[in-house]
């Protein structure tokens, strides 16, 4: 009885032991196997079991995109400027085994890396460059990383700049000269407006200029057309009547008589002095003479 329940024992155990060494490798994850203190092989995803006491797992290695946002490091310019820039840093990890015996401390050793690189980088190129050419130095920085990066089993990504912090008179002389450079475009604006309403208004003159003139033009030639066809008219009634008067064959009394009625309508009782051609000076006798007959035709009227 008494051997029988320490072999119970004994299999509690040992199933303890075998479950205890049976291990599930998750999905984007790997665990370095070191056998009698030295490397065995890298387990993927899936089920392993490990020999109890010989086999350890030493490290378990996320194979997933990793970011690093490290914290701001002194830079010195070309023209000897000192700011203050961070990096972000996407990197994977490529080869467990690497990555685990390459570096001791590797997020550590990937930090000072990329310190050291950015100021190498940065010593190169004057505080407007640096400012400029982010595109530039994220792409060297990525390059120079992922290559020294390659014996430690990590692949770098990609690189960025996070920000640039100039010191603080530098950012106070930029912002004046973004200030300046603003109100110099805003002057330039406000000119070509001005200059474009100007010229507007000038087109606007001399086309309302332009238009009296040819309404003007348009009147003058009205007035002067109808003046003609009343000049016209009147001589047309002055030919009609002497085209009718030739017809009826006045006599020279009736002649005279009209004759003095143009002098009288000369005159319109404003002359002082009119002369009388020498050939109707008999007129008066004749006027009397009619005036006679008339009288006596009509009695009634004395």
């Known amino acids: ?7 119970i024992i004994l299999l509690i155990i040992l199933l303890i032991i075998l479950v205890s060494n049976i291990k599930i490798v998750p999905q984007a994850h790997s665990y370095i196997i070191e056998r009698l203190g030295a490397y065995h092989s890298s387990w993927g995803v899936g089920l392993h079991v490990k020999i109890p006491f010989v086999d350890r797992v030493v490290k378990k290695v996320n194979l997933k995109e990793h970011v690093a946002d490290f914290p701001p490091q002194a830079v010195i310019t070309k023209d000897n400027v000192t700011m203050q820039i961070d990096t972000v840093v996407y990197y994977q990890i490529t080869d467990p085994k690497l990555f685990a015996y390459g570096v001791e401390r590797p997020m550590m050793a990937m930090e000072n ?5 950015l100021r190498n980088i940065i010593g190169d190129l004057e505080l407007d460059e640096t400012l400029t050419s982010r595109d530039t130095v994220n792409t060297k920085m990525r390059a120079i990383l992922d290559e020294a990066t390659d014996p430690w089993g990590i692949k770098i990504n990609r690189v960025e700049l996070k920000n640039i912090m100039p010191p603080k008179e530098i950012q106070d002389a930029m ?3 973004m200030k300046a450079e603003r109100e110099r475009r805003e002057s330039i604006l406000r000119a070509e407006g001005e200059k474009k309403s100007a010229i507007l208004r000038a087109e606007g003159e001399k086309e309302s200029a332009i238009l009296r ?3 003007k033009k348009q009147a003058a030639i009205r007035e002067a057309e109808g003046q003609a066809e009343a000049i016209i008219a009147v001589r047309t009634a002055v030919a009609e009547g002497i085209k009718k008067i030739n017809e009826a064959n006045p006599s020279e009394a009736f002649l005279t008589i009209k004759s003095l009625e143009s002098f009288e309508k000369a005159a319109d009782g404003k002359a002082t ?7 109707i000076q008999g007129i008066a006798g004749l006027a009397a003479s009619l005036t006679e007959i008339i009288k006596s035709d009509n009695p009634k009227q004395n």
């Open 175 to 177: 912002e004046r000269q």
């Open 113 to 117: 890396l990329t310190a050291t690189t």
């Open 273 to 279: 002095k009119l002369i009388i051609p020498s050939d």
């Open 213 to 215: 003139a040819e309404a």
């Open 1 to 7: 009885m008494g051997m029988a329940v320490v072999i």
